[in-house]
């Protein structure tokens, strides 16, 4: 495995299971120090402790600025520094425009929506003087719609504009910083399994799914987590603002 972030502080949310644990489990790999946090206290040290040193974990509701504030002075009071976050905490609910209820709408925007601006607003604070790379997990539904899922396309859709937002004020400012957003389409995680599990025949769900992807599959965390690592390194240096699908071919059709 590369060492092409050997050294760096990275910040991953959302990183009890899924492509949160996939993604600090690939970047641990490639030499990152990385600060695992999510809610779920007792499977985020789980996955903490299967890294070992240097890895760690932090309790961190995505929706709670001060609890935002703690936790990334917490990472630069004893790391010395934050080099990269991975926005990557979301919630997925059913519902159409017509289905969908205020409150589940509000409650998903709070989380997908809120939760990655609270976190590109405090990682700016602390990498505006040395640099960074933010990467902000959407989805391919935030660039085409999802019927029967409005209030998660809809906030998708505002964390790729978000990005695009923090990327050109960044790069105006000088300040070094990277910013930009992951589209995966159906990829094996607990979200998927719960959205197949609703249907009468899970399996032929699944299936029905992967015949929707160009490539034949539905996507593996690893698939994602490879492209998170890519854009923490300095290998995108050059690379910001950018939409990047992982989606097997899904929005070239």
């Known amino acids: 495995m590369s060492t092409r972030l050997e050294g760096k502080i990275v910040l991953v949310t959302g990183a009890a299971s899924g492509l949160g644990a996939a993604a600090a489990r690939r970047m641990h790999a490639e030499g990152a120090v990385v600060v695992l946090t999510d809610r779920d206290e007792e499977r985020g040290r789980t996955v903490a402790a299967e890294l070992g040193a240097p890895a760690s974990f932090v309790v961190l509701d995505v929706t709670d600025e001060t609890a935002w504030i703690r936790v990334v002075d917490h990472v630069v009071a004893t790391r010395g ?23 589940a709408f509000r409650f998903v925007h709070q989380v997908n929506v809120e939760g990655v601006f609270l976190g590109c607003k405090h990682a700016v604070r602390v990498m505006k003087a040395h640099g960074g790379s933010i990467v902000n997990v959407s989805s391919v539904a935030g660039i085409i719609g999802a019927p029967s899922l409005a209030a998660y ?5 505002a964390v790729r504009t978000l990005t695009k937002s923090v990327a050109i004020h960044c790069a105006r400012k000088g300040y070094g910083i990277r910013c930009n957003s992951l589209h995966p389409a159906f990829i094996e995680t607990p979200m998927v399994d719960a959205m197949v599990n609703l249907s009468k025949d899970a399996a032929r769900a699944r299936e029905g799914l992967a015949r929707e992807i160009p490539l034949g599959r539905i996507g593996a965390p690893e698939d994602v987590a490879a492209a998170v690592a890519y854009l923490v390194s300095d290998d995108a240096k050059f690379v910001t603002g950018v939409e990047l699908p992982i989606d097997g071919g899904l929005l070239a059709q």
Do not use: H, M, Q
């Open 81 to 103: 520094r934050l080099d990269g976050l991975v926005n990557n905490a979301g919630i997925g609910l059913p519902g159409s425009i017509e289905d969908c209820t205020l409150e």
């Open 153 to 157: 396309s809809s906030s998708k859709g």
